[in-house]
Structure formats: structure tokens, C-alpha cells
């Protein structure tokens, strides 16, 4: 199991450039599954989760190559239109397969996901609008079972809640249902939107992707195509707040600053000055003292919650008191007892965190709860006195492509050290 050993305080300067997005990828690698053509994929970042897909796909029958950092899937078969237990348990974005393999092949059974470190996460939303496609649903052994011998039929699907992965879930079984399909209260993060931008270019007929109600007229079959996944949203977003919270002067590059409009309203307010630096780059620099500002998570455009562990590490550094208020997972505030040891002063609410600052933090053993929680560990340790270790980095090694060179390039003193 592998380490960081991290010193502190560093000021970072310099360029990083952003990855591709891992929640852009993961739709658009089981997306493949929909057509028996190749389709190539570029800018899928080299991070586990995507690792975890691919072999989800093989398990399916689909042949993923490798070439010039593009990935090439081929599903010409699907020999087992299942996602079996031990996949799924290590990535919840499994169940993103389901509508895929369900359109594709009348038929397909996939594990029920278990607990999450960051909230109950059920999938019954995805199972609800795919009953409303016509499937037949039960449950069997810790497995979701989905039955649509004679296909799945056009009709409304209005999602409860605003559901990522559930729009784009039903997104990829509505391109093959017969007639059209009419998503209400969907998301409308980038992500989707790269979704259905790959999806018409194998042939699929959608509108209204980015706005709450998406529209798809069902075609009767897909083929090959090849696309560039958008740049990582929230990796840009964990670069500008290591800007932030080091004084530093860093040049985020190869990112989509419109997908950032929330992180960058509070980051300002926070006191960081933000320029473009060309295109699709963006230069932070913080020349003063950091202030406490409120965020709240939200749907996309609002606030993201996969920003809110970052930004509260940055709110231990800023002077006055931040309410941190998370609506989207009721489970996702781990992070905070980790930052309390470095000392933060942190008091928790039930969806609420108060942040008191600034507190001078210093380095700690912490263990990483999440994907999102251990980027937060590593920002503060950034800059915390003395040395920290991040335990279990594995959960940031699910979404982060290299992120101990990219930080490492700014100036951080990170070392990542394997234990037997
Ligand atoms: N929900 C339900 N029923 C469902 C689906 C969702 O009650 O059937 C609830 C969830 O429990 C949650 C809320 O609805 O409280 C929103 O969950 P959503 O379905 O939108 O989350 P997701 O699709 O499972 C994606 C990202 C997450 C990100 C969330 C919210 C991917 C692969 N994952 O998850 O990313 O936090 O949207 O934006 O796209 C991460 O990258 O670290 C990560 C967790």
C-alpha cells in the first residue's frame, strides 16, 4: 500500500497541465459498449478508475488497445453483459454499464454496489427510468438483474433527484430504444454533456444535453467514432486551490475555465487573484491575507461537491469563520476529522462544517477516506510545518493522473513511498 510523505510549507510556482476527466471518461469507455465498431477515445487519463472500466469491458468481451495515448475499444461480441461483484466494489461507476448493456444486448446483471465511505449512494433512480423503459427488474444475490427481450421502448423518465451517473445511465440505454425518450430533471454537469457529444457522433440523436430535460429519438444502431474527452474539471480546480493556499503564482493549463464558474466566483471572493493566461489556461495568485467565505455544494453549475474537501482545506488558512454546507452526499465531511489532527478548527453540524481560521496546521499521520478527501489531506499538508504522511493514497491514485509529479514540477516536496 503506498504513502506520501509530504514536507511543509512550500509555495508553489509554475505550469500544470490538466488531465482528461475522469467522470467525462468512465460514461464515454462504457458508452463503447452500445456498438459492435471500434471507438477511439483520447485524453482518457491514466488513473485507476479507468484502469478498473477497462477491465470491466474485457470482462464483457470488449478488446481495449493502446495506442498513442488514445484507447481503442471494440466490442464486436458481448460474451457477458454482467459487472461482477469484485469490479463494482471497487468502483461504484460500474453500474454505468447497465443501461449500455441493456440496450445493447436485451439483457444484463450487475452488482449491487455496498456502502461508500461518502454516503448510501443507491442506484435506484438508474433502475426506476430503465423500469420506465420497459425492463423488467429484480433483484437476485447482491446482483441487479435487467430484462428487455423485445427492447426497450421509448417514454418519460423523470428523475426524482438530479442523478449524474443516472442520467447518463439512461442516456446510454434511450439511444437504442425504439422511438423517443424525454429526460426530466437531468444533470447537467460537463460530463454529461461530453457524453452525448460522443454518443452523436456514433449516430445517436439527442437534444437538449446541458438543460434539465434531454430528448432522444431511439435509433436502431450505432457505430464506430472517435473523440477527446474534456479536460478534468475538478483536478484543474484542486491545482488552483493548491495556488491558493500556498501565496503561490501557478499556471493551470489544458482546462475548460468555463466549466469552473462556481470554484472560481469563491476563490476570488477568498481573495485570490485569477487571469486568464491564454487559452484554456488560467493563472492564480494570492498576494494577500485569505478570507472565510461560505460555499455550498450543488448541482452542477452550482458548486461542486467533489470541490468541497479541497476548498475546506483551504478555509483552515482564511481569516474569519466559513460555513461549508453539503447538500449532495450526506456522508462526505471525513476529511474534516483528518484536518482537525493537523490542527484545523473544524466543528461539524450535520451537513454543515464551521471553519475557524486562520490555524497555523502542522504535518500529521492522516488517512485518505476518499478520493476527493485525500486531495484535501495533501493540499494542507502543503502547507502545513513538518512532515506529513497521507495513508492509503490509493483512493487518489482512483482519480488523480500523477499527481505527485504534477505537484512535485510546482515545487511541492511530495515522495510517494510503496510499502510491501
Ligand atoms: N442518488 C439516489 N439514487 C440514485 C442515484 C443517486 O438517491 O439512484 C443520490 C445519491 O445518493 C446522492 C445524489 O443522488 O446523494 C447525487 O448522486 P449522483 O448520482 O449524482 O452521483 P454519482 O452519479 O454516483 C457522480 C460522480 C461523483 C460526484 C457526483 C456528484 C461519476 C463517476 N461520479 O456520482 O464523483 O461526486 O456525481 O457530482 O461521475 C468523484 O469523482 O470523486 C466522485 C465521487
Not at 471507438?39 to 468481451?61: F, K, N, S, W, Y
Not at 461560505?294 to 452542477?300: G, P, S
Request: hydrophobic share 45%; with cysteine; aromatic share 4%.
Amino acid at each position: 500500500m503506498d504513502r506520501f510523505l509530504i514536507s511543509g510549507p512550500t509555495r508553489l510556482e509554475g505550469k500544470v497541465a490538466t488531465s482528461g476527466a475522469k467522470n467525462a471518461a468512465l460514461p464515454a469507455l462504457a458508452a463503447c459498449l452500445l456498438t459492435p465498431e471500434p471507438v477511439t477515445l483520447r485524453r482518457v487519463p491514466a488513473v485507476r478508475d479507468i484502469a478498473t472500466m477497462r477491465q470491466l469491458l474485457e470482462h464483457c468481451g470488449a478488446t481495449v488497445e493502446e495506442s498513442h495515448g488514445a484507447l481503442r475499444v471494440t466490442a464486436a461480441e458481448i460474451r457477458a453483459p454482467e459487472a461482477p461483484y469484485d469490479l463494482v466494489k471497487t468502483m461504484r461507476a460500474s453500474s454505468l454499464v447497465l443501461g449500455p448493456l441493456l440496450a445493447r444486448c436485451g439483457r444484463a446483471r450487475v452488482s449491487l454496489p455496498g456502502g461508500c465511505a461518502i454516503g448510501a449512494r443507491p442506484i435506484n433512480l438508474h433502475l426506476a427510468g430503465l423500469q420506465a423503459l420497459g425492463a423488467q427488474i429484480w433483484q437476485e444475490h447482491g446482483y441487479i438483474h435487467a430484462e428487455a427481450p423485445h427492447g426497450l421502448r421509448g417514454a418519460l423518465v423523470h428523475f426524482d433527484r438530479i442523478t449524474v451517473t443516472g442520467t447518463e445511465d439512461l442516456l446510454m440505454a434511450a439511444v437504442l430504444a425504439e422511438g423517443e425518450t424525454v429526460l426530466e430533471n437531468a444533470a447537467r454537469e460537463p460530463e454529461v454533456v461530453d457524453l452525448a457529444e460522443l454518443l452523436a457522433k456514433m449516430g445517436a440523436r439527442i437534444e437538449g444535453a446541458g438543460t434539465p430535460t434531454i430528448r432522444v429519438q431511439g435509433v436502431g444502431r450505432l457505430h464506430g467514432a472517435e473523440h477527446t474527452i474534456i479536460p478534468d474539471r475538478i483536478e484543474a480546480g484542486t491545482f488552483l486551490i493548491a495556488g491558493a493556499i500556498t501565496a503561490g503564482d501557478v499556471v493551470v493549463t489544458s482546462c475548460l475555465p468555463e466549466h469552473l464558474g462556481a470554484l472560481l466566483v469563491k476563490l476570488r471572493q477568498a481573495g485570490a487573484e485569477i487571469a486568464e493566461a491564454g487559452p484554456g489556461a488560467l493563472r492564480i495568485r494570492r498576494p494577500g491575507r485569505l478570507l472565510a467565505v461560505d460555499v455550498t455544494t450543488e448541482e452542477y453549475p452550482g458548486f461542486a461537491t467533489d470541490l468541497q474537501a479541497q476548498f475546506m482545506a483551504l478555509m483552515t488558512q482564511a481569516e474569519g469563520v466559513s460555513v461549508i454546507t453539503e447538500t449532495i452526499f450526506e456522508n462526505r465531511f471525513l476529511h474534516a476529522l483528518e484536518l482537525m489532527r493537523m490542527g484545523a478548527d473544524i466543528r461539524l453540524e450535520g451537513r454543515q462544517a464551521i471553519v475557524t481560521g486562520p490555524r497555523p496546521l502542522t504535518g500529521a499521520a492522516v488517512i485518505a477516506s476518499d478520493l476527493r478527501a485525500s486531495a484535501s489531506l495533501v493540499l494542507a499538508a502543503l502547507v502545513a510545518r513538518g512532515e506529513t504522511v497521507v495513508d492509503r493514497v490509493y483512493h487518489i491514485d482512483r482519480g488523480y493522473e500523477k499527481i505527485e509529479q504534477k505537484l512535485g514540477a510546482l515545487g511541492a516536496r511530495i515522495e510517494r513511498v510503496s510499502l510491501p
